[in-house]
């Protein structure tokens, strides 16, 4: 069977390793000599239950995650956790501070993009009967060129946090927005995590959660500060697998009895999204997304074969780089022009517009009146990149001259 030679740079679901498909094409038909495929094997086998172990292990080894946090699989993508979190970390800090009124508990967001503007709001629509506060410790937004656009990471003497949150939310990446923190803790642009806040008082007992949605960039770089993270989570399908499949490393003290909280006055948790539900049936608890399970595992080990992480983020700074080296030369002939502020630029989505409107139905006719966006995860070659640049470079050789006369 032959596969196409188109270059598959949408924002999700993004390309995979040929080695992977391959092999996971493969596996549909007969898994690891089972004699049936990997969809038909019960999630209660004893094959299904090594590959779930399997995959925790791998990801465990390539991520270097410490052992105070275990790693689930659920579904529901970044949607289903933005109400998750919610209910899990509420239920925590009702369980910790149960004398605390409703008024007093506080849920902070750090609102970068579109994605993170899309978690406080849901945060707000699932706190209306209880009455905690949802606080934007920073709205990038007011911070732009234009006071509407999401196209920074805010300076840091910008945000306010809560004195004692329930926790604390960012978005790692804005695929949307083309938005992302610095992997350079010393860059204006990083997440501060100097500044979080710690809890103190005679009432406040455990650190304060730092939650993470890292689904367009996990497995792309090294996540700083991991260990200061109580949750991070990804979507599977930007730079591990195929969608469906959503990937979450929590530190075991957000493993709460979510149906005790909601007796202490904490919105109740649905049973498949309590996150100690999950941990105690090791990820099984009902039937998961076992296709992209199978995939994600094959991509990493494939990852962790060729290279590792290390080796994966030298391959994403070089492609991010030529991509911004073509962009940025078409901005200076007048061709396009750039979304984002240097240091807060994307590895992984690269968004901009062309200055003529009719260049850019040109360039793209696919392209939206928003924009256009190059993705570039994992599986994004960097000769792949290099084809895409040639283009983009070509394009501004036949048409500087009339988007600096238009």
């Known amino acids: ?36 495929g990997v969809t038909e094997l019960s999630h209660r086998s004893p094959e299904f239950s090594t590959l779930t172990k399997n995959l925790e292990s ?10 105070t946090h275990v790693i689930l699989f659920t579904q529901g993508g970044g949607c289903g956790m933005f109400s998750s979190v919610v209910y899990n970390l509420l239920a925590r800090h009702h369980l910790l501070y149960p004398n605390l009124t409703d008024e007093e508990r506080t849920l902070d967001y750090v609102v970068t993009g579109n994605w993170s503007k899309k978690a406080a709001e849901e945060a707000r ?19 732009s060129a234009s006071g509407k656009a999401f196209d920074r990471i ?22 949307v927005d083309g938005v992302q923190f610095s992997n350079d803790l010393k860059s204006p642009a990083a997440f501060p995590h100097h500044l979080l806040p710690h809890a103190v008082g005679s009432e406040m007992i455990a650190p304060i959660p730092l939650v993470g949605d ?16 109580a949750l991070i989570y990804a979507g599977a399908q930007k730079n591990v697998g195929p969608s469906g499949l959503t990937i979450l490393i929590v530190r075991k003290d957000l493993l709460v009895d979510t149906a005790s909280a909601a007796k202490l006055g904490a919105p109740p948790t649905p049973t498949t999204m309590s996150y ?37 983020k030298k391959l994403n700074e070089i492609k991010q780089k030529k991509m911004y080296d073509a962009l940025d030369e078409g901005v200076q002939k007048g061709v396009y022009e750039g979304r984002v502020e240097r240091d807060s630029r994307s590895w992984m989505n690269v968004t901009f517009t062309l200055k003529n409107p009719g260049l850019e139905k040109m360039f793209l006719a696919s392209a939206s009146e928003k924009g256009i966006r190059i993705s570039l995860y994992n599986a994004v070659t960097e000769q792949q990149v290099d084809i895409v640049t040639s283009f983009m470079r070509q394009f501004v050789q036949e048409h500087a001259v009339a988007a600096i006369s238009t």
């Open 214 to 229: 890292h689904s367009s960039s996990f497995l792309s770089r090294p996540i700083l500060n991991m260990g200061q993270h």
């Open 58 to 67: 791998q990801i465990r080894s390539i991520l270097d995650v410490p052992q």
């Open 125 to 143: 629509l699932l706190t209306v009967g209880t009455k905690a506060n949802v606080n934007v410790v920073v709205d990038a937004r007011e911070h």
């Open 154 to 175: 805010p300076s840091h003497d910008k945000w306010k946090f809560s004195p004692a949150p329930a926790f604390v939310y960012y978005c790692d990446n804005e695929t």
């Open 1 to 36: 069977m032959q596969r196409s030679q188109i270059i598959n740079l949408a924002a999700g679901p993004s390309s995979l390793p040929e080695a992977v498909l391959t092999e996971a094409a493969a596996g549909l038909l007969n898994y690891d000599g089972t004699g049936i």
């Open 276 to 312: 100690k539900v999950l941990a105690d049936a090791g990820s099984l608890y009902n039937t998961p997304p076992m296709f992209s399970m199978y995939a994600s595992l094959l991509a990493v080990k494939y990852y962790k074969e060729n290279g590792g992480l290390g080796a994966l």
